[in-house]
């Protein structure tokens, strides 16, 4: 399973806003980006657990927290939605700002069977 396409997918619809991989060059108000970390697999590689930040962008950094927690409502809600995800498993939203823009970041950790 393409985890990031899966979830740039799914949170595109969830949230409303643009969702993406990569930071556009050019960047809307808001933006969710997803990114994966890494994945660890099982002996039969039917099961996975693929991590991912989660970015949050918004004008203020008070947008960017209420984004952040669209983000991990919708997350946490991506097992009920059916297909390959059964578990989610969050860390953050922290405070993750760059040097012009806020920004929340988050780390979810995924269980997906094939």
Same mark, same amino acid.
């Given at each position: 399973m393409d985890a990031e396409a899966h979830v740039i997918a799914y949170l595109s619809e969830a949230l409303g806003v643009r969702v993406s991989a990569d930071v556009p060059p050019d960047r809307p108000d808001e933006l969710v980006t997803v990114e994966q970390l890494g994945a660890q697999y099982g002996d039969?590689?039917?099961? !996975?657990?693929?991590?991912?930040?989660?970015?949050?962008?918004? %004008?203020?950094?008070?947008? $960017?927290?209420?984004?952040?927690? !669209? /983000?991990?409502?919708? =997350? =946490? $809600?991506?097992?009920? $939605?059916? !297909? *390959? /995800?059964?578990? /989610?498993? %969050?860390? !953050? %939203?922290?405070?993750? *700002?760059?040097?012009?823009? *806020?920004?929340y970041q988050a780390a979810y950790t995924l269980t997906t069977h094939e």
């Open positions: 039969h590689a039917l099961i !996975g657990h693929p991590s991912l930040a989660i970015q949050s962008w918004a %004008p203020t950094r008070y947008r $960017a927290a209420e984004l952040a927690r !669209g /983000v991990h409502e919708a =997350m =946490m $809600a991506l097992p009920l $939605a059916g !297909g *390959p /995800v059964t578990h /989610v498993s %969050p860390s !953050g %939203p922290y405070n993750f *700002p760059t040097r012009e823009h *806020p920004r």
